[in-house]
């Protein structure tokens, strides 16, 4: 049996051991689960019995609080939780009765008669209680017969609840029993299987596997010291042991085959050391760039002679392909595009023979092409500076003539502005004058008022003028009365004549007086008259002068308003001006950048064409080159430029495309 099988052995006797263990746990388990459920099920029908009669208890005492209540009413609500009790109970008994054994069926089958005669005969005592009232009630269930038949019916309850219980405490005990026994046969079976499991695999690991393990180690470390000529031991078994001790065999018979090859790799040492070094000379110079050292190829062996010959054939096709493409890059170098690698080669120098004729093709075109190229960009430059000069000289005329417009135009706004401030002081002076033509219109009424005053006055004066002459009238002819009275009485009568005649004198003063007044008041009037005339003409000339003077307002205002207009257009044409003033001068220096960029431009395709022509091509290169440049040329026409009259604008009739 092999190592693998003897340890499964102690696996199988540890295995059965706890299989055992297992069976027994399993059956106990089993039989445990069995009794709990037993005793779980005496329990529940114990608990069940106290239950009943507990509430066998709450029906009674719902019932006495019928018995004791003053009405209906007032037992109901004991009559109805009697009757819950009531159909608790039945509710009870009948989760009761699956729970109950074989040998309490009987005594079960009674406990439900006298509980269906007690919910009878409750029920009926609840049903008068309410219907009949706490006397009826009193008087159907407060019996003596009733008493016993309750006492009777929870002593059945407590019978079977006695057997419950009874069964309860055998149960329990059993279930006691059987644990203690469980205990002691697994205990047995764990001390049993253990030990016989522990006596194997001593036996096995010491015996069969550590003491041969240890032998054959020892013999391997003889044989790693170099002692070829121990024994092998256990080389008949069938297990792991003998095939180690077979592997053994075997390392020593190497061990033997290789002290053999030793004394065969010392001579060969020696001449691989002379080739190494050999190698060690050509790679060395190799290395510095010196292609020219080669490896001696008679060292007596076929192997190293045929070594030694292919480093030589690499050392030699890595000077050549150095070589060629040296010579190739050294004229490529002084702008030669003519030469191309030459040589038969393979490998990794005949793609790099490939890549550089490749790439000296290429740039044989690119050049052509880049030759071609300057030579069109010089010629376009060339005329791009000449564009771009004429341009710039025209931008600058253009530019000029727009700041003399700009110059021209503020002077414009200056007079236009000028005229609008004397348009805007002529227009108040006219508002003066009218204002003033205006109260002047109101002097002159108010003067011809006075001279109507002045013409009442005076015909007033001429009424009292007649009043006074009629009053000398009278006085006179008094007087002359008095004068005719005074001579008739003689000398009494002379100092009364002379009165009277005083009188009458001054009578005839005062109607003279009077006359002349009443001609200077006739003049007077006349002189009024005519006043009062001319000042009502004065007034209406006022009047018109008025209305000319509002009329000149109106127009002067109308000339001050457009002017005003004009002077912000004016303004906001100046400004307009200025700016295109400014960008004109920013283009123009725009245009200066773009004629030195233009000039350096043509230098630099001056130079590029230079420096192209250093290159020296194949006579395929310039003709593919000349082709090209011939298919690719197109007539050119140079810019032509015109002032717009009028605008001072500069438009462009034709541009080329460079």
């Not at 253009?398 to 021209?408: C, G, H, I, N, R």
């Not at 004065?538 to 009047?543: C, H, M, R, S």
Request: aromatic share 4%.
């Amino acid at each position: 049996m092999n190592i693998r099988g003897k340890i499964y052995s102690i696996v199988a006797v540890m295995a059965l051991t706890a299989l055992a263990i297992g069976s027994i746990s399993f059956y106990t388990l089993s039989v445990y689960d069995s009794r709990v459920d037993r005793l779980e099920n005496a329990a529940r029908r114990a608990q069940n019995g106290e239950a009943l009669n507990r509430l066998v208890t709450a029906v009674v005492m719902d019932l006495r609080g019928t018995y004791a209540a003053t009405s209906a009413e007032e037992a109901k609500p004991f009559a109805d939780g009697a009757l819950a009790s009531l159909k608790k109970m039945n509710s009870l008994l009948d989760a009761w009765e699956p729970l109950v054994p074989i040998d309490q069926k009987t005594d079960f089958a009674e406990l439900r008669q006298g509980a269906s005669a007690f919910t009878q005969f409750r029920t009926e005592t609840a049903r008068v209680a309410v219907t009949d009232g706490p006397a009826a009630s009193n008087a159907h269930g407060n019996t003596d017969a009733n008493r016993a038949n309750r006492k009777s019916y929870q002593k059945d309850i407590d019978d079977v609840v006695s057997q419950d219980e009874a069964k309860l405490v055998q149960i329990s005990a059993d279930l006691k029993d059987f644990q203690a026994n469980v205990l002691m046969i697994m205990a047995a079976v764990t001390l049993v299987g253990l030990a016989g499991g522990c006596a194997i695999a001593f036996y096995i690991a010491t015996h069969q596997i550590s003491n041969p393990v240890r032998t054959v180690t020892s013999v391997m470390k003889s044989l790693a010291s170099g002692d070829f000529h121990t024994e092998v031991p256990f080389q008949g078994r069938t297990d792991e042991i003998g095939e180690m001790a077979g592997a053994v065999e075997v390392f020593k018979q190497n061990g033997l085959e290789v002290q053999r090859m030793n004394a065969q790799e010392t001579a060969m040492r020696a001449k691989s050391d002379s080739l190494q070094q050999g190698m060690a000379v050509v790679v060395t110079s190799a290395a510095a760039g010196d292609f020219s050292k080669r490896v001696g190829t008679n060292y007596g062996d076929e192997g190293l002679d045929q070594f030694a010959a292919n480093i030589n054939t690499l050392v030699s096709s890595v000077e050549n392909g150095i070589d060629e493409t040296n010579r190739v890059v050294r004229l490529l170098a002084d702008g030669d595009l003519t030469q191309n690698m030459k040589g038969d080669f393979k490998g990794v120098f005949l793609q790099l023979q490939q890549n550089v004729n490749n790439t000296i093709a290429s740039l044989q075109r690119t050049v052509g092409e880049i030759r071609n190229a300057s030579d069109t960009l010089n010629g376009n430059s060339e005329e791009l500076r000449s564009s771009s000069d004429s341009l710039s000289k025209r931008t600058e005329q253009q530019a000029a003539a727009l700041e003399e417009s700009s110059a021209a135009l503020d002077q414009i706004t200056t007079v236009v502005r000028t005229s609008t401030d004397r348009a805007h002081e002529a227009t108040r002076i006219v508002s003066e004058a009218k204002e003033r033509a205006v109260k002047s219109s109101d002097v002159v009424g108010r003067a011809v008022t006075a001279m109507a005053e002045i013409q009442t006055a005076s015909n007033e004066i001429a009424q009292i003028t007649n009043v006074i002459d009629e009053i000398a009238f009278q006085t006179n002819l008094l007087a002359l009365n008095a004068g005719v009275e005074a001579a008739r009485a003689g000398e009494a009568g002379k100092g009364f004549a002379v009165v009277a005649q005083e009188v009458r004198e001054l009578a005839q003063r005062s109607a003279v007086a009077a006359k002349d007044i009443k001609i200077l008041i006739a003049r007077s009037a006349t002189s009024v008259q005519s006043g009062v005339t001319l000042v009502e003409d004065t007034g209406g000339a006022l009047t018109e002068i008025s209305g000319y003077v509002a009329q000149i307002n109106d127009r002067i205002h109308s000339i001050a308003t457009a002017s005003q207009e004009q002077a912000t257009a004016l303004a906001e044409v100046n400004t307009a001006v200025n700016q295109m003033d400014q960008v004109t001068q920013q283009n123009a220096a725009m245009v200066e950048e773009t004629s030195a960029a233009t000039h350096k431009l043509s230098v630099e395709a001056a130079a590029l064409a230079e420096l192209v022509g250093r290159f020296k091509m194949s006579h395929t290169a310039n003709t593919n080159a000349k082709l090209h440049r011939a298919a690719h040329q197109t007539p050119s026409s140079k810019p032509r430029f015109a002032m717009v009259s009028g605008a001072n604008a500069l438009a462009v009739d034709n541009w080329q495309e460079f």
